[in-house]
């Protein structure tokens, strides 16, 4: 199995799974890293799962949330991306370049609660200096739906 990752140079970086033949040309996503953050399907956890764009999964995490409200989430969210952040190998934490929710609509009202400026469009939020020190993610990573 090969799996790529580019580590924010132009030319990204082949890793190939031990015992595995040479590394194929790297595909088009090989240089996205998202840490993807939803709602299990009963709603009572978030998880955080580090994707590649082309669909490699790097970690995986999971945070238990307290209750049903805005700081609940905010506090639950901010848990599950330092958790999501350590599963993944450090080279790859500072190469994040992006976080994406899907809280069931709840995305703006956690982020809010969280102390962050939120705005309409693609981009909710960016991670400011607080999260950065959380998380390990640096500080301006873009947060989207």
Partial sequence: MDLKFS???SNPLPLTAEGAGSASAPGPGSSV????VSLTPDGGEMV????SGDGVSYGRALRPIAGDGAGDLATALRSVLARGGAELPEPLLGSVTAVVLSLGG???ETLEALGLA???GAQLAALDGELQARTGIAAGTPIRR
């Avoid at 890293?33 to 993807?36: Q, Y």
């Avoid at 955080?48 to 994707?51: A, D, L, S, V």
């Fill in 7 to 9: 580590f924010g140079a």
């Fill in 33 to 36: 890293l998202e840490l993807r």
């Fill in 48 to 51: 955080c799962e580090g994707m």
């Fill in 106 to 108: 709840r995305e703006e």
């Fill in 118 to 120: 939120v705005s309409p």
